[in-house]
C-alpha cells in the first residue's frame, strides 16, 4: 500500500446526483493532487492543493469542486456530472519540494449514467 | 498540446527479452523525468526518475536512458518478466520550488509473454 486512500472504489451515479470523493493520506505530506485517468488518454492533473491552499486548477469545469481541509484529507465534490465526466479519479500526495515523487492512491472508478 | 509524448501505445515481449518506451518532450523547463509503473486496479507508482544532467540511470533491471539535446529519454527493461506486465507512463516535471502536478505521456501496455 501506498499511504494514500480513497473512498469508494467504486461509485455509480446519475446526471443529477450530487457525491464526493474522498483521499486520505497517511505520509506526512503537505501536498495534494486530484488527477483523471481515461481511456487512450495521458493522466489529466485537475487541482493541485499546497498546505491546504489550491495553488492549481488546470480549466477544470465546475461541476467539480475540490476542498482541502487540512494536509491530509481532499475532497472532490460532483454535482450535474456528463457521462464523458466517467473515469479513473486518482488522488496523489508529495511534500511540496518533491512534487515530482507523487504517491498515488488506488483510484475511484467513477460512472455516469 | 500534449507536452509528452510516448511510444509505443502497447508492446509485447517474449520473457527474458528487452522492453524499449520512449518518450519525447518539449518544455524545456522540465527538469525531472520519472516514470510510473501501474497494475489493474491500482495507482501509478514510482519507478525510476532521472534528471537532465545524467545520460543513464539504472536501478536493478530498469535503466533510463536521457538525451538532453534530442529532448528524449527512454525506459528499459532488462530480463522482461511476466511480473512486468503492466502499463508504464514517463512523466514530466518542473521541480523548480512548489507544488507542481506532473505531465504524463499516455502510457504503454506492456504484455510479458511467458
Known amino acids: 500500500e501506498t499511504g494514500v486512500t480513497q473512498t469508494p472504489r467504486h461509485l455509480v451515479m446519475g446526471m443529477t446526483n450530487k457525491k464526493s470523493l474522498k483521499c486520505e493520506q497517511h505520509?506526512?505530506?503537505?501536498?495534494m493532487y486530484w488527477y483523471k485517468q481515461s481511456a487512450k488518454k495521458p493522466l489529466e492533473l485537475m487541482f493541485v492543493?499546497?498546505?491546504?491552499?489550491?495553488?492549481e486548477n488546470n480549466s477544470v469545469p465546475s461541476r467539480f469542486s475540490p476542498e482541502c481541509p487540512n494536509s491530509s484529507h481532499l475532497f472532490l465534490h460532483l454535482h450535474t456530472l456528463q457521462p464523458e465526466d466517467s473515469a479513473l479519479y486518482l488522488c496523489?500526495?508529495?511534500?511540496?519540494?518533491?512534487?515530482?515523487?507523487?504517491?498515488f492512491g488506488p483510484g475511484t472508478r467513477l460512472t455516469v449514467t | 498540446q500534449q507536452q509528452v509524448k510516448q511510444s509505443p501505445q502497447s508492446l509485447i515481449v517474449q520473457k527474458g527479452g528487452i522492453s524499449i518506451i520512449n518518450c519525447a518532450y518539449e518544455?524545456?523547463?522540465?527538469?525531472?523525468f520519472p516514470w510510473y509503473q501501474q497494475f489493474p486496479g491500482k495507482g501509478p507508482a514510482l519507478l525510476i526518475a532521472?534528471?537532465?544532467?545524467?545520460s543513464e540511470k539504472k536501478e536493478g533491471r530498469f535503466t533510463i536512458s536521457f538525451n538532453k539535446s534530442a529532448k528524449q529519454f527512454s525506459l528499459h527493461i532488462m530480463d522482461s518478466q511476466p511480473g512486468d506486465s503492466a502499463t508504464y507512463f514517463c512523466?514530466?516535471?518542473?521541480?523548480?520550488?512548489?507544488?507542481?502536478?506532473?505531465?504524463f505521456g499516455k502510457g504503454t501496455h506492456l504484455i510479458i509473454q511467458p
Open positions: 496523489a500526495s508529495s511534500t511540496p519540494g518533491s512534487s515530482y515523487e507523487q504517491y
Open positions: 505520509l506526512g505530506h503537505n501536498a
Open positions: 492543493y499546497n498546505f491546504k491552499e489550491q495553488t
Open positions: 518544455n524545456t523547463a522540465f527538469d525531472y
Open positions: 532521472i534528471r537532465p544532467d545524467v
Open positions: 512523466a514530466a516535471s518542473n521541480s523548480g520550488g512548489g507544488a507542481d502536478g506532473l505531465t
